[in-house]
């Protein structure tokens, strides 16, 4: 059977759970798939080159750092008494790693530990700043990396801030002056104390959130009354000295939509922006996720099958925003997203370190096509999260760095950010496993503003390539050029002591006959190309 872009199954919404609980692990290694010469899945594919659509937030490329396992304590910082080469105290190979991504954007400090962070803490001499437990994740945080910190990570990777306010553990008068801190170029006492801290310039936050996940570890509120709590801390979110700021609220995660109907109804001229979190399971059961890297072709498409639901779910959210927003002001901002496995045997529970492999690559190519092609709501997106913690960029142990499939996607399809959404039509046979199915065939496809035209496709069917007839209306192609992410088994990964396992390589399994290509994509992969 053919099948669309659009899958909807029927699923369970994600329920609350405590961080730190212990998760079961997973039962017996199953059989890894392996690549089979099998007949290609035949696709047919319209690009509309001609009918150009909404421009592609290039924050849809962002990314979330959390004060949470490995991921700022080690991961970025390392102080600047370290071995491990720094600058400042935060790692070279790993900023320069991140650089090559371009990354649009960074949500910090939470996540959960937003909500009972507070800033004053992370100011000033270092050996000075209090040591307090992280009540999200476990351990101390001695407050090394804290706001300075942050906003010279933001410089050298030259992203935007996206500050997330403590609602759950805070008040406006704290949301208030941490802005003022940060952005005013007054004589005021806050940034005056600033220069004293050794930043004479304000920086700039354009991003600011009022709490995280308040229905949930933000504080267990109810929909009604977080919509006034928002619209109260709202009014203190100041712009200071010619900074702009885009407020941003808590939106909902899943299938929740009764969160974003009352948020909508009662506070949607108040924000700029409103969230929306969803993380794939292999197994939808958060007591029992499924392993990182020790899985077979059930595990593989049944990850697929729960990734694709953020489709409808994007879907659904927006027509909500619709009813009350049809100008379409208020951007969907999916601030949280990614794979979330069981803690590897032997690993800290609560540090959320996952191998990631070419499942990742894949699950990360569906999403960032799903975001692009929803660009007219979906303003925002950071993948959960940078380093060391669920599915990461790249991985450190002591001074060693690998780089993730999913840094390589990443890195493939930022020719995306900032590009115009190119509308197609893709018809592929179903990829399925017992009874779900999903289609075999994921794309996207954009211009940019020198007017080239890049197409990210994902073959989901790990035993069998994909032979794609495609149509370019109102351009003529000549000639592709572009990468492949695909690996023989599916579970493939870098590793500190293989860390080239898996890598981009040249694409070039294109034919051009009349006015089609035909493309070859093979199983489970993930392509970008451009098309000349
Ligand atoms: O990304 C890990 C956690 O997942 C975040 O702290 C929280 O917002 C979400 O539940």
Same mark, same amino acid.
């Given at each position: 059977?053919?099948?669309?872009?659009?899958?909807?199954?029927?699923?369970?919404?994600?329920? #609350?759970?405590?961080?730190?609980?212990?998760?079961? !692990?997973?039962?017996?290694?199953?059989?890894?798939?392996?690549?089979?010469?099998?007949?290609?899945?035949?696709?047919?594919?319209?690009?509309?080159?001609?009918?150009?659509?909404?421009?592609?937030?290039?924050?849809?490329?962002?990314q979330?750092?959390?004060?949470?396992?490995?991921?700022?304590?080690?991961?970025?910082?390392?102080?600047?008494?370290?071995?491990?080469?720094?600058?400042?105290?935060?790692?070279?190979?790993?900023v320069?790693?991140l650089k090559?991504l371009r990354i649009?954007?960074l949500? &910090?400090?939470?996540?959960? *530990?937003?909500?009972?962070?507070?800033?004053?803490?992370?100011?000033?001499?270092?050996?000075?700043?209090?040591?307090?437990?992280?009540?999200? &994740?476990?351990?101390?945080?001695?407050?090394? *990396?804290?706001?300075?910190?942050?906003?010279?990570l933001c410089e050298m990777l030259g992203a935007?801030?996206?500050?997330?306010?403590?609602?759950?553990?805070?008040?406006?008068?704290? =949301?208030?002056?941490?802005?003022?801190?940060?952005?005013?170029?007054?004589?005021?006492?806050?940034?005056? !104390?600033?220069?004293?801290?050794?930043?004479?310039?304000?920086?700039?936050?354009?991003?600011?959130?009022?709490?995280?996940?308040? #229905?949930?570890?933000?504080?267990?509120?109810?929909?009604?009354?977080?919509?006034?709590?928002?619209?109260?801390?709202?009014?203190?979110?100041?712009?200071?000295?010619?900074?702009?700021?885009?407020?941003?609220?808590?939106?909902?995660?899943?299938?929740?939509?009764?969160?974003?109907?009352?948020?909508?109804?009662?506070?949607?001229?108040?924000?700029?922006?409103?969230?929306?979190?969803?993380?794939?399971?292999?197994?939808?059961?958060?007591?029992?996720?499924?392993?990182?890297?020790? *899985?077979?072709?059930?595990?593989?498409?049944?990850?697929?099958?729960?990734? !694709?639901?953020?489709?409808? *779910?994007?879907?659904?959210?927006?027509?909500?925003?619709?009813?009350?927003?049809?100008?379409?002001?208020?951007?969907?901002?999916?601030?949280? &997203?990614?794979?979330?496995?069981?803690?590897?045997?032997?690993?800290? =529970?609560?540090?959320?370190?996952?191998?990631?492999?070419?499942?990742?690559?894949?699950?990360?190519?569906?999403?960032?096509?799903?975001?692009?092609?929803?660009?007219?709501?979906?303003?925002?997106?950071?993948?959960?999260?940078?380093?060391?913690?669920?599915?990461?960029?790249?991985?450190?142990?002591?001074?060693?760095?690998?780089?993730?499939?999913?840094?390589?996607?990443?890195?493939?399809?930022?020719?995306?950010?900032?590009?115009?959404?190119?509308?197609?039509?893709?018809?592929?046979?179903?990829?399925?496993?017992?009874?779900?199915?999903?289609?075999?065939?994921?794309?996207?496809?954009?211009?940019?503003?020198?007017?080239?035209?890049?197409?990210?496709?994902?073959?989901?069917?790990?035993?069998?390539?994909?032979?794609?007839?495609? %149509?370019?209306?109102?351009?003529?192609?000549?000639?592709?050029?572009?990468?492949?992410?695909?690996?023989?088994?599916?579970?493939? =990964?870098?590793?500190?002591?293989?860390?080239?396992?898996?890598?981009?390589?040249?694409?070039?399994?294109? %034919?051009?006959?009349?006015?089609?290509?035909?493309?070859?994509?093979?199983?489970?992969?993930?392509?970008? !190309?451009?098309?000349?």
């Amino acid at each position: 059977m053919m099948l669309t872009q659009r899958l909807f199954l029927a699923g369970r919404s994600r329920l #609350w759970f405590a961080g730190l609980t212990m998760s079961i !692990l997973t039962a017996p290694v199953p059989r890894l798939v392996q690549a089979q010469n099998a007949e290609p899945n035949k696709a047919t594919l319209v690009i509309h080159s001609d009918q150009p659509g909404a421009m592609i937030s290039r924050q849809i490329y962002g990314q979330f750092a959390e004060h949470l396992g490995r991921l700022i304590y080690e991961g970025i910082w390392v102080g600047e008494d370290s071995p491990i080469p720094n600058k400042g105290g935060l790692r070279n190979d790993v900023v320069a790693a991140l650089k090559e991504l371009r990354i649009p954007v960074l949500r &910090w400090p939470g996540g959960c *530990f937003a909500d009972e962070y507070h800033w004053r803490d992370g100011i000033g001499p270092r050996d000075q700043r209090p040591r307090r437990p992280n009540a999200s &994740w476990g351990g101390i945080d001695t407050n090394a *990396f804290g706001t300075h910190e942050f906003m010279d990570l933001c410089e050298m990777l030259g992203a935007e801030a996206y500050i997330n306010g403590n609602l759950g553990s805070g008040s406006p008068q704290e =949301m208030m002056e941490w802005l003022e801190y940060m952005t005013s170029d007054s004589d005021s006492t806050l940034a005056r !104390l600033r220069r004293q801290n050794g930043r004479d310039k304000p920086w700039k936050v354009p991003y600011f959130a009022v709490g995280n996940e308040s #229905w949930g570890c933000g504080g267990e509120m109810r929909p009604e009354y977080y919509a006034d709590e928002y619209r109260r801390y709202a009014i203190f979110i100041k712009d200071y000295s010619g900074n702009h700021i885009q407020k941003l609220a808590v939106g909902s995660h899943d299938d929740y939509y009764g969160w974003t109907e009352v948020l909508m109804a009662q506070a949607a001229k108040y924000m700029h922006g409103l969230s929306l979190h969803y993380y794939t399971l292999p197994t939808s059961n958060w007591a029992r996720k499924g392993s990182a890297t020790e *899985f077979g072709e059930k595990e593989w498409h049944a990850t697929l099958v729960r990734t !694709l639901r953020l489709d409808e *779910f994007i879907e659904k959210h927006s027509a909500i925003m619709d009813k009350y927003d049809p100008q379409k002001r208020v951007g969907l901002m999916v601030d949280e &997203w990614g794979t979330w496995y069981d803690p590897e045997p032997g690993k800290n =529970m609560g540090a959320l370190y996952q191998q990631n492999t070419l499942r990742d690559a894949v699950v990360a190519g569906i999403n960032l096509n799903i975001f692009n092609q929803h660009a007219d709501r979906v303003r925002m997106a950071n993948i959960a999260q940078m380093v060391n913690v669920l599915q990461a960029m790249v991985l450190t142990d002591k001074e060693k760095m690998v780089l993730t499939p999913t840094y390589y996607v990443f890195k493939m399809y930022k020719v995306h950010q900032g590009a115009t959404l190119i509308p197609l039509d893709l018809s592929a046979p179903e990829y399925k496993v017992d009874q779900a199915s999903v289609p075999s065939v994921n794309a996207s496809a954009s211009r940019d503003i020198d007017g080239k035209l890049h197409l990210s496709i994902v073959n989901l069917d790990p035993n069998r390539s994909a032979e794609i007839i495609t %149509k370019v209306t109102g351009a003529t192609v000549r000639t592709i050029t572009g990468e492949v992410l695909t690996a023989s088994v599916v579970n493939a =990964m870098n590793t500190f002591d293989n860390p080239n396992a898996i890598k981009p390589a040249p694409f070039s399994s294109y %034919k051009i006959q009349d006015s089609q290509v035909i493309l070859s994509i093979p199983p489970k992969s993930v392509v970008v !190309l451009e098309l000349h």
